[in-house]
């Protein structure tokens, strides 16, 4: 059974840094896992992913530099966000991905966690 559960989120103050969490379970070694987010009233916008066998990267245009995405020998995955803005506050979810289709389309991933709220204040 694969499982992935997020931690990490919570109330930050705009500049602030904050580091997510996703411990995944079961077949998940061979699959690329990512980050996505909703915000309040928008679609789920999809934040970088990493695979966890061989590490690769692939961020959004808009995450670049602000947002790192890694990966541990645990198959725990993490989301370093620093500088924090407003518009960030959203609901974070990890998803393992598919293997099929594109890497930044939410229908690409087959498993999600339940979500951690980050929320932004300025």
């Known amino acids: 059974q694969v499982q992935l559960v997020e931690s990490g989120g919570g109330l930050v103050l705009a500049g602030d840094s904050l580091r997510l969490s996703c411990a995944t379970s079961?077949?998940?070694?061979?699959?690329?896992v990512a980050w996505f987010r909703r915000a309040p009233g928008k679609e789920r916008e999809f934040v970088a992913s990493?695979?966890?066998?061989?590490?690769?990267t692939y961020y959004a245009d808009s995450m670049k530099g602000r947002f790192t995405i890694s990966r541990d020998t645990e198959n725990t995955v993490y989301l370093q966000m620093n500088s924090l803005k407003p518009e960030d506050t959203a609901v974070y979810y990890c998803?393992?991905?598919?293997?099929?289709?594109?890497?930044?389309?939410?229908?690409?991933?087959?498993?999600w966690g339940q979500g951690t709220q980050v929320t932004v204040s300025s």
């Open positions: 998803a393992r991905g598919a293997n099929s289709g594109r890497v930044d389309t939410p229908s690409s991933y087959d498993y």
């Open positions: 990493v695979t966890l066998s061989g590490g690769f």
């Open positions: 079961g077949r998940t070694r061979s699959y690329a």
